[in-house]
């Protein structure tokens, strides 16, 4: 009850504030009644306001008697120890609630960057952030963010953006505005954030990424390697880790929902061999992997601080603001205490002074001394410095010098030994070439007799062709003459020719060979010349 009463205030004051008529800090019982009715019907508590009209006698209410009313009569119905996902679901619907009230005037500006929803989103994390501070000699509360909160929160805004942060700019901006209200603190978001920066879109999911490290608790957020229940098979998943659970979905735009694992007190987180970790809950032991050794680092310290901090019943990011917002007040009382330090020893400084002036002239001589033998000191001091010095120059000097002589023995060694092998080298060369030369001498010897051959061959081709060419005419001229010859028979003895025809035939199916053939028609053309027998 305490806690979600606690996380709400600033939420809750900032639709009071959008309630106020006027600056005297205060609003009317009929406007309260609306928003507290909504309260208790986000929190299942109905006709909580109507206690409203007989608490004080007054018609209007200051922020500390409905703060009061809503603690009595409104949060003390809950339970005094919430869960975790209960209590942040609660202040997810109140917060809501309040910015409905109070959106108007955040949502209203011209020249806006911010989409209305990544303006709920901020408004939350500074609600998360700020704190709600009284004002001096009044009843009136405001609530603000310390400079450094709203430092850390750019930062973190500029670099997911990729845009240059200029810590001196902000630290000076800080200086003269002091605490930011939520519509500063909005404006200085985008004129120092959004740098050059049109990609609504871009600019929407670093809000969220901003908006899910503070008010959702996630501690980490990546891929990793799932064990399955059934199949011992390693699944890939994006997991989100929040104080008490580690989520796992399909992608990483967390549409569809595989599972979650429930991250207790007693949860152990051990690594394993091959990347990969076991976490150790008191239902079951899972099995995780990473792709490398420092991915493994990182979700070890992640996953044993969600098991740290998940017997709390307060949010992560709280519990740091928390110890920030202390660390902050150690050190303004630290300041504090010097301050006053400094004011005591300035008084003491003042006594010695009024004291001192009395032993001033005493004090002059033995100045003057003083100053004379310091004088003879700092002479002596530098002699003895420039001795020093030359001694130390000396030293470097010959070690310098030791080291150039050993570094050119070195190299004139490895010289010699570059001039053996050369020299071997070169012999080797020498000897390579003379048998080249003599392989040479001995391949032009055999081009030369191949050469002296081919001509032969080629004299000797020719000629065969040449004589080839005359039996082939021969030839010719003798079918020719055979042929007129066997014409001139057939038309002298008609009879003759058919005896004369049969015997050509038998002649003829005789094949002679080239140099038979002209004896053959010799022998034929004798035979025609002889007379015929009547």
């Keep these: 009850m305490a806690v979600l009463l606690e996380n709400v205030t600033n939420y809750v004051w900032h639709a009071f504030a959008a309630l106020q008529l006027d600056k005297c800090g205060s609003v009317q019982k009929s406007k309260l009644k609306v928003l507290t009715a909504n309260i208790g019907t986000l929190l299942d508590i109905h006709g909580v306001e109507k206690g409203l009209d007989h608490y004080r006698s007054t018609p209007n209410l200051n922020f500390d008697h409905f703060k009061y009313y809503l603690q009595r009569e409104v949060f003390s119905s ?24 109070c959106q108007k005037k955040y949502l209203d500006q011209e020249k806006r960057i911010f989409s209305d929803e990544s303006v709920l989103r901020i408004f939350r994390i500074f609600c998360l952030l700020a ?23 750019a930062q973190t805004l500029a670099n997911s953006l990729g845009c240059i942060w ?8 800080g200086m003269s505005i002091g605490a930011f209200r939520l519509a500063p603190f909005i404006a200085v978001l985008e004129s120092r954030c959004l740098v050059g920066i049109k990609d609504e879109d871009a600019i929407t999911e670093a809000v969220t990424d901003l908006y899910q490290t503070f008010v959702d608790d996630v501690i980490k957020k990546g891929f990793l390697y799932k064990k399955g229940y059934i199949f011992s098979t390693m699944k890939e998943y994006w997991f989100v880790l929040r104080p008490s659970e580690l989520s796992f979905y399909k992608s990483r735009s967390e549409k569809e929902r595989c599972g979650s694992l429930t991250i207790e007190a007693g949860s152990k987180v051990e690594p394993k061999a091959g990347y990969k970790i076991l976490l150790q809950t008191p239902e079951r032991t899972f099995e995780l992997g990473a792709s490398d050794h420092m991915t493994r680092l990182q979700w070890i310290s992640a996953l044993q601080l969600a098991a740290d901090h998940s017997a709390t019943y307060q949010t992560y990011q709280r519990m740091q603001a928390s110890k920030r917002r202390l660390q902050r007040q150690g050190r303004s009382q630290e300041i504090l205490r010097a301050r006053a330090q400094l004011q005591l020893e300035r008084s003491a400084r003042k006594a010695a002074e009024g004291q001192a002036k009395e032993l001033e002239a005493v004090v002059l001589e033995e100045s003057k001394r003083l100053t004379e033998l310091e004088q003879i000191r700092s002479n002596l001091e530098k002699l003895l410095e420039e001795e020093t010095q030359a001694k130390r120059d000396e030293e470097i000097v010959r070690a310098l010098q030791a080291r150039v002589l050993a570094e050119e023995w070195e190299k004139r060694e490895e010289l010699e030994k570059l001039q053996v092998e050369q020299r071997m080298l070169l012999e080797e060369e020498r000897e390579k070439r003379i048998e080249y030369e003599e392989v040479q001498h001995k391949k032009e010897l055999e081009l030369k007799a191949a050469q002296d051959r081919l001509d032969q061959l080629d004299r000797e081709r020719r000629s065969l062709d040449d004589a080839l060419k005359l039996a082939v005419d021969k030839i010719q001229l003798s079918e020719e003459r055979r042929e007129i010859l066997e014409s001139r028979l057939l038309e002298v003895a008609p009879s003759l020719r058919d005896r004369e025809g049969d015997r050509i035939r038998r002649a003829r199916s005789f094949v002679p060979s080239t140099k038979e053939k002209p004896i053959l028609l010799e022998v034929r053309a004798a035979t025609l010349r002889r007379p015929l027998k009547h």
């Design 131 to 153: 704190e709600l501070i009284q004002d001096a000699n009044s009843v009136t509360y405001q609530v603000l963010l310390h400079p450094s909160e709203a430092s850390y929160v």
């Design 78 to 101: 809950l339970a005094d120890k919430i869960p975790l996902p209960e209590l942040r679901e609660y202040e997810t619907k109140i917060a809501e609630a309040c910015w409905f009230v």
């Design 166 to 173: 200029d810590e001196e700019d902000f630290i000076d901006l």
